[in-house]
């Protein structure tokens, strides 16, 4: 699987996700470049992601939602 992810702080910036993986309903994305991941897990509706973000010695909450937007195509 491959995946983009947009930051939103970084001015709408693209960012390719260098693995995506789910292993025990856990969902991780990861950027190898940037030292990054995110873990974590589906809400019912599978339309947001509630987990954290970890980068460097870092670690925040992060929530992901689904974009119907496919601007970036």
């Not at 702080?9 to 991780?28: P, Y």
């Not at 950027?31 to 589906?42: K, N, Q, R, T, V």
């Not at 992601?49 to 937007?69: I, N």
Request: overall charge negative; aromatic content about 4%; cysteine-free.
């Amino acid at each position: 699987m491959k995946g983009i992810l947009t930051s939103l702080d970084q001015g709408n910036a693209k960012i390719d996700l260098s693995r995506v993986g789910q292993l025990d309903g856990k969902v991780r994305l990861e950027i190898e470049d940037m030292a990054a991941h995110f873990e974590g897990l589906w809400n019912e509706t599978k339309d947001e992601l509630k987990g954290e973000w970890h980068q460097s010695e870092s670690k925040l909450p992060l929530v992901l939602k689904k974009s119907l937007s496919r601007s970036h195509e």
